[in-house]
T-cell receptor
């Protein structure tokens, strides 16, 4: 597609529930990144994929967070047993392999855990 | 490990005056540096980047940034501010010589331009 698409744009869930957030990157971008942004803060790195594999998952806060990219295109960020502290905007970005041409971000998914 | 600092939470400038948003970085080797802008309820929009070459980089909406290796800085500048420039600005750094590694963002600077 023309840009990075993230769905849903908003998600409200109850504490303890499971959620999935989807990212559809720009066609041809081999690298895909997930970030989390809390109100008034800078985006915090979570995980990035090169193709199908997670090249760096050092930013995932705990084992409740998991992400997949099975066919090297669309990625899903999965959060189990959600907590109120997980409430944030989850941003996805994609780039060509080296990132020198820049990183394109989606509009994000605003997750609210009540 | 790479890191980036934006020392000012907020910058206030009168319309028509020059503006500067400060950024310093820490990374081994020559960095890749980026500026992004975020408007309310919008995603991050790319402004400009420094990879190599001229230290003065020109980007979107009349913004420019100067890479200063000795001071490890990459300050964002614009000669004449517009009210529409009011937004949240993020500096980001990526370590070089690695394939598509993550970029690390600063905490952001809120730019407010008064008419």
């Amino acid at each position: 597609g023309a840009g990075v698409s993230q769905t849903p744009s908003n998600k409200v869930t109850e504490k303890g529930k499971y959620v999935e957030l989807r990212c559809d990157p720009i066609s041809g971008h081999t690298a895909l990144y997930w970030y989390r942004q809390s109100l008034g803060q800078g985006p915090e790195f979570l995980i990035y994929f090169q193709g199908t594999g997670a090249a760096d998952d050092s930013g995932l806060p705990n084992d409740r967070f998991f992400a997949v990219r099975p066919e090297g295109s669309v990625s899903t960020l999965k959060i189990q047993r959600t907590e109120r502290g997980d409430s944030a905007v989850y941003l996805c970005a994609s780039s060509f392999t080296t990132g020198e041409r820049g990183y394109t971000f989606g509009s994000g998914t605003r997750l609210t855990v009540v | 490990a790479q890191s980036v600092a934006q020392p000012e939470d907020q910058v206030n400038v009168a319309e028509g005056n020059p503006l500067t948003v400060k950024c310093t970085y820490s990374v081994s080797g020559n960095p890749y540096l980026f500026w992004y802008v975020q408007y309310p309820n919008r995603g991050l929009q790319f402004l400009l980047k420094y990879i190599t070459g001229d230290n003065l980089v020109k980007g979107s909406y009349g913004f420019e940034a100067e890479f200063n290796k000795s001071q490890t800085s990459f300050h964002l500048k614009k000669p004449s501010a517009l009210v529409s420039d009011s937004a949240l600005y993020f500096c980001a750094v990526r370590a070089p010589y690695s394939s598509a590694s993550k970029i690390i963002f600063g905490s952001g600077t809120r730019l407010s331009i008064r008419p």
